[in-house]
């Protein structure tokens, strides 16, 4: 398995990253995982076989080539065939309407042809990337394309409110309240939620409880107990956070690493 993942060079506030997954005869066992979410809206060209998406793993539908999706409040399922080839643009939560000029709640929960978006050129992009080697370059010709679509903030108060709620929800790893946010930045608890819908596609709540979870993922597969994992992350207790996760994992953690394969680890580093 072939994994890449690059910072982008011009547009540092608006991309989180760029990554890429390649792997050919895909076993048996990795052609389903599940997936847990970022908080992100990601921009994924697929350049090998089709991928499949499901909320519930029983009924699967195809991805467009050229998808939006990412901003799901809890788990999916996703499917391979042969191969796995993907280009992916991760946007930064707060900045990815400046992209997509519409309402980030229509891309909640979906997973949506990016044509509808970007038109035609987006597909062209993807034929480009087939004659470009270095997954590097690739990157490249993506923030290139991406910086040919941006728009310009008409209200950079309001993001510059919402960029550093999301600094400060990292910093935290998640464990944060809605009402200590809105009073370390002087917002109104009304407004902050509604403008981080608007911004950001979810709920702030929802935002802080995924950041956890991925938080609490991250630190376990680098060998923390539970026990710590509580403490760090201010849970009450083990049960809490079992509960937790369950809401948005569908499963208990121990079932969850216990199913986790080679290709939902790579995701797992994608917080």
């Given amino acids: ?56 793993r029983n009924r699967f539908e195809q991805m467009p080539p050229v998808a939006l999706t990412g901003l799901y409040t809890d788990k999916c399922f996703l499917k391979y065939e042969e191969t796995i080839h993907v280009v992916c643009a991760v946007l930064q939560p707060g900045y990815a309407h400046l992209f997509i000029n519409d309402t980030l709640e229509h891309h909640k929960a979906a997973t949506n042809n990016a044509e509808q978006v970007f038109g035609s050129s987006i597909q062209a992009l993807r034929e480009r990337m087939h004659t470009i080697d270095e997954e590097k370059e690739k990157h490249q010709l993506f923030e290139k394309f991406l910086l040919s679509h941006i728009r310009i903030s008409r209200n950079g108060y309001s993001m510059n409110n919402i960029e550093n709620a999301i600094v400060t929800i990292h910093e935290c790893s998640g464990a944060v309240s809605i009402n200590n946010l809105c009073k370390k930045h002087f917002i109104s608890e009304r407004n902050f939620r509604r403008k981080f819908i608007e911004y950001v596609g979810i709920s702030p709540k929802k935002y802080a409880a995924i950041i956890r979870m991925k938080s609490f993922c991250s630190l376990h597969h680098y060998g923390m107990n539970y026990n710590h994992c509580v403490n760090k992350l201010e849970f009450t207790d083990q049960s809490h956070l079992h509960k937790e996760f369950i809401k948005i994992a569908g499963i208990n953690p121990d079932n969850f690493f216990r199913q986790t394969n080679v290709i939902s680890e790579k995701f797992l580093q994608l917080v």
Avoid at 15 to 22: A, D, E, L, P
Avoid at 27 to 55: C, M
Wanted: aromatic content about 14%.
């Fill in 1 to 56: 398995m072939f994994f890449t993942k690059t910072e982008p060079e011009y547009l540092k506030k608006e991309i989180k990253f760029f990554y890429s997954i390649k792997m050919n005869n895909v076993p048996d066992d990795f052609t389903s995982h599940r997936r847990l979410p970022d908080g992100t809206l990601d921009i994924v060209l697929n350049l090998k076989k089709p991928i499949y998406i499901s909320k519930d």
